[in-house]
């Protein structure tokens, strides 16, 4: 007795790539719409610390993102960015920086709490 399966694998593989082809544009469902992405949160930590002084935060990256609610240390919802100088300093010469999590704006600047 043959089985004549393969003809399913080549058949199941042009569903998926019309259905990728079909959603490409679409929402993504798990993205919260209250608030911006993480990666932009990280983006807009860098670009303030540039803004406030360029030659000292030159040399910074995001080394970690973190979503923190209501009630979790602030008022209101927020990204806490941690942002340190390459090569990295084990936080010698990081700062932490929060931005409000629908929009993006500057919450505060601070040095990070070991």
């Not at 089985?3 to 929402?27: G, M």
């Not at 406030?52 to 008022?75: K, L, N, Q, T």
Request: charged residues 30%; positive net charge.
């Amino acid at each position: 007795m043959r089985r004549r399966y393969w003809v399913f694998y080549p058949l199941w593989i042009a569903i998926c790539a019309v259905l990728l082809f079909a959603l490409r544009n679409s929402d993504d469902p798990s993205r919260r719409h209250d608030r911006i992405l993480s990666n932009e949160a990280a983006v807009r930590a860098l670009t303030v610390l540039r803004q406030i002084d360029r030659p000292r935060y030159s040399g910074y990256e995001a080394v970690h993102v973190a979503f923190a609610g209501r009630g979790e240390g602030g008022r209101a919802a927020r990204w806490v960015v941690l942002c340190d100088r390459v090569p990295h300093t084990a936080l010698r010469d990081a700062v932490v920086v929060e931005l409000d999590a629908r929009d993006g704006t500057l919450l505060t600047i601070r040095k990070p709490v070991r």
